[in-house]
């Protein structure tokens, strides 16, 4: 093994460890999200659960965060999460790393790379959180990389790769398929780049690919098939799991808009309500001034865009994520934006710097910009998380650098801590898709009465012949009007069977448990 090699294997081992210990600290502090609780709950299902669980194998989405939460669920359902973010955010910078050491042996660009990672309060957060960004960013960097490969090289290899990562990329959030519009204008000039042409400069490539017959037919035919290459297997992907939904579902869109497939549903429509429901609100985000808040956040990003001035078609690609983000805002409105929609172009800067910035003339006046803006961004980085209008961002850097105790869950933990003293052989009966919180907290998931189950209609509808106990959903929950089990249930109940008795037995703020008599 090469020597620098194995020196980076134990920078990024030294690394996941610093990872771990910073998320099981904050594990200790009570710290949690909705997407690790969802993750955790689902893998108490797989393991410990009784019925037919093949949807919820297959079904659950995003499914490859999922999956890599489930990689170590025999360690902990409830750290698994973050044992895969914090492992998974040491390779990201493994693969960074690699990239950078093979263009250059300067090891001040190394050392750049390693502040941002030990101290960027953005990356601290993929790394800590037990969130699924560290696959968005390992995937889009590698999408990137492949792409600006495939300039320089111009070998049809590294846009099969680009178009595999573009695939994982999907499957690890499904709003980077709205990426491949702004790739269908690019992939002209990416064409147009692989022509052997006298030309450098990309517009005169294509005025003169178009005035002469001969290159006309063969740009059209380049195009058409780097058009196939990159996105049949992504779309092609998406159609087939989209059926695999239909098939097991009866929706194709089961995975992006049930509840119980993904914890995006519900938790951006309640974010955003709470959030706009203050008297001061007010978000860049609601206006179009989401680039300059980029550009603010990652001013490294300028500089990348300098780096490749000369080359249109690179600047090009470099622009298609601002676009691609401008549009997600547009078409979500209605959800903020998360951080790891600004951390893309983080990664995305650094893969610039490291294909362009060892060869600029002036290295001196090259590393004092970069340091100064390394600091700058770690600044930032802290006022875009602790200002954040998601709730779980602006939690994190209170537990993080505040040392203070989350008690966001605290609710939910009090309602599991009850539920675990219950007898083992006593039923309750839950609806996961809002009680997925208090669940992921249990200790016994075969004693719960869930909507994957057979029998939970029935139980639902009868209790009394099912189960022993109902969890129910007070007016105070911000979830009551997204699951059956709320106040309205019991008059519905009582109404369909004068017979049954149901009794209070244990009240939270949200949640009330009822005993069947």
């Known amino acids: 093994m090469h020597k620098r090699t194995l020196y980076l294997i134990i920078l990024s081992l030294l690394l996941a460890g610093?990872?771990?210990?910073?998320?099981?600290?904050?594990?200790?502090?009570?710290?949690?999200?909705?997407?690790?609780?969802?993750?955790?709950?689902?893998?108490?299902?797989?393991?410990?659960?009784?019925?037919?669980?093949?949807?919820?194998?297959?079904?659950?989405?995003?499914?490859?965060?999922?999956?890599g939460t489930f990689i170590f669920s025999s360690i902990s359902h409830l750290l698994a999460p973050v044992l895969a973010s914090a492992i998974g955010t040491a390779i990201l910078f493994y693969i960074m790393a690699t990239t950078l050491t093979k263009r250059s042996h300067d090891d001040f660009y190394l050392l750049i790379l390693l502040v941002l990672f030990v101290f960027h309060p953005g990356?601290?957060?993929?790394?800590?959180?037990?969130?699924?960004?560290?696959?968005?960013?390992?995937?889009?960097?590698?999408?990137?990389?492949?792409?600006?490969?495939?300039?320089?090289?111009?070998?049809?290899?590294?846009?099969?790769?680009?178009?595999?990562?573009l695939v994982v990329l999907v499957f690890c959030d499904y709003k980077f398929i709205w990426l491949t519009l702004f790739f269908i204008p690019l992939v002209l000039f990416i064409a147009t780049q692989s022509l052997?042409?006298?030309?450098?400069?990309?517009?005169?490539?294509?005025?003169?690919?178009?005035?002469?017959?001969?290159?006309?037919?063969?740009?059209?035919?380049?195009?058409?098939?780097?058009?196939?290459?990159?996105?049949?297997?992504?779309?092609?992907?998406?159609?087939?799991?989209?059926?695999?939904?239909?098939?097991?579902?009866?929706?194709?869109?089961y995975f992006i808009d049930s509840p119980?497939?993904?914890?995006?549903?519900?938790?951006?429509?309640?974010?955003?309500?709470?959030?706009?429901?203050?008297?001061?609100?007010?978000?860049?985000?609601?206006?179009?001034?989401v680039t300059a808040s980029i550009a603010l956040y990652c001013p490294m990003i300028a500089l990348a865009i300098y780096l490749f001035r000369h080359n249109t078609y690179q600047i090009l690609t470099i622009a298609a994520p601002f676009a691609f983000v401008e549009f997600l805002q547009i078409k979500y409105d209605k959800i903020f934006l998360a951080h790891e929609y600004f951390l893309i172009f983080l990664v995305l800067s650094l893969l610039c710097i490291h294909f362009r910035a060892h060869r600029h003339e002036n290295q001196r006046m090259m590393k004092i910009m970069l340091s100064v803006m390394v600091v700058f961004q770690l600044f930032t980085g802290y006022l875009f998380l602790a200002n954040s209008f998601v709730p779980e961002e602006h939690d994190f850097t209170n537990t993080l650098f505040h040392l203070t105790p989350d008690d966001t869950q605290a609710d939910n933990r009090e309602m599991a801590t009850y539920l675990n003293t219950l007898p083992n052989n006593e039923q309750v009966l839950a609806d996961d898709a809002v009680a997925y919180p208090v669940l992921a907290f249990t200790h016994h998931i075969q004693r719960l009465t869930l909507p994957y189950q057979e029998s939970y209609l029935s139980a639902s509808e009868a209790p009394e012949k099912y189960v022993n106990y109902v969890l129910i959903a007070t007016d105070n929950n911000p979830l009551n009007g997204y699951t059956q089990l709320n106040n309205k249930y019991l008059p519905a109940i009582k109404h369909s069977d004068s017979n049954l008795n149901l009794q209070k037995i244990y009240e939270t703020d949200n949640w009330i448990l009822y005993k069947v008599l």
């Open 123 to 165: 990356l601290l957060y993929t790394a800590c959180s037990g969130k699924a960004i560290y696959l968005v960013l390992i995937f889009f960097y590698l999408f990137f990389y492949h792409i600006l490969r495939y300039y320089k090289s111009n070998t049809t290899f590294h846009v099969s790769i680009a178009s595999i990562c």
């Open 196 to 253: 052997n042409l006298s030309e450098t400069e990309t517009i005169f490539r294509l005025v003169q690919s178009f005035n002469t017959p001969a290159l006309r037919r063969k740009l059209i035919n380049k195009t058409f098939a780097i058009y196939i290459i990159i996105f049949i297997l992504p779309l092609a992907s998406v159609l087939i799991f989209k059926m695999l939904n239909l098939t097991h579902a009866n929706d194709l869109d």
């Open 18 to 67: 610093y990872y771990l210990f910073m998320g099981i600290y904050l594990h200790n502090l009570d710290y949690h999200n909705l997407e690790s609780l969802f993750y955790s709950e689902k893998n108490k299902i797989l393991f410990e659960g009784v019925g037919n669980r093949l949807k919820i194998m297959g079904l659950t989405a995003p499914i490859l965060p999922f999956w």
């Open 260 to 289: 119980y497939a993904t914890w995006t549903v519900l938790a951006d429509k309640i974010g955003f309500e709470q959030a706009t429901s203050f008297v001061h609100y007010q978000s860049s985000q609601v206006s179009p001034l």
